[in-house]
């Protein structure tokens, strides 16, 4: 297992006022300026639990709630943990890439249970105007199926191997049943991904996870949040995962 040097810098949250802030040119140059420096320390960060993967024991199950979260678990796992993401964030990328696999590892030891919450605030910065929906459906399909390993495979393909970059093209429905199919899935849900049979769905679930996001965060949601509780966890700090299961 490899450990974290050096301390891990998260690039800055997502919410749903960044891109309403209107500045000026100087300002702008500068902003671009500091964020490609955090960028670049961040790129250096070193992967916790590094060629673990993602979770792999078969007693780990996917659980899609009526509200679209998705339960991430062992039947039996001692603690649930929730997570809120934007399949767009950048950030929401960066922690699972460094902290993916760590967090799988505790998943699969029946430490840890993962609770899902996606929002879609950031459609707006895709190519195609829905990424955000149209990724949170897919979501759902394979979730639904109830695979621990195989929707661990998906969101791991989603947010670190696969993930587009705000601002550019995107995937199509195609792309990202292509992507399910990768991980595992079987035919009948790439037919659920690809045909975005629950796009509709998506778009209301998302508005709910996004009210209650709004609610914990004092109507400021930004993403990644990730809490035990009602307490939201430092991921500034490298051992927040190990810590969790101490």
Not at 96 to 109: C, N, P, V
Not at 193 to 203: C, E, F, H, R, T
Not at 215 to 225: F, V, W
Request: charged share 20%; net charge negative; glycine share 8%.
């Amino acid at each position: 297992m490899s450990q974290s040097s050096p301390k891990y810098t998260p690039r800055p949250m997502s919410s749903t006022t960044t891109y309403a802030l209107g500045g000026v040119a100087i300002v702008l140059i500068v902003l671009i300026v500091i964020l490609a420096m955090r960028w670049g320390r961040e790129d250096e960060a070193t992967v916790r639990n590094d060629g673990y993967g993602p979770v792999h024991n078969s007693a780990v199950i996917s659980v899609l709630a009526p509200d679209g979260a998705v339960l991430l678990g062992r039947p039996d796992a001692a603690k649930t943990i929730d997570v809120y993401e934007d399949p767009l964030c950048p950030a929401c990328g960066q922690v699972e890439r460094i902290y993916g696999q760590e967090l799988a590892q505790q998943i699969d030891e029946g430490k840890l249970a993962v609770r899902y919450h996606y929002v879609n605030f950031l459609d707006p910065r895709s190519g195609s105007k829905d990424y955000s929906t149209r990724a949170i459906a897919a979501n759902e399909c394979v979730a639904e199926a109830g695979s621990g390993p195989t929707y661990s495979k998906f969101h791991e393909l989603m947010f670190v191997s696969r993930q587009p970059r705000e601002g550019s093209g995107d995937l199509t429905n195609q792309e990202l049943a292509e992507m399910a199919r990768a991980a595992g899935a079987p035919e009948g849900v790439v037919q659920c991904v690809g045909s975005g049979a629950k796009v509709d769905a998506a778009k209301a679930n998302a508005k709910t996870a996004l009210d209650d996001l709004n609610s914990r965060l004092g109507g400021r949601a930004a993403t990644p949040a990730i809490f035990e509780g009602a307490d939201r966890i430092d991921v500034n700090n490298e051992t927040w995962v190990v810590d969790l299961t101490r």
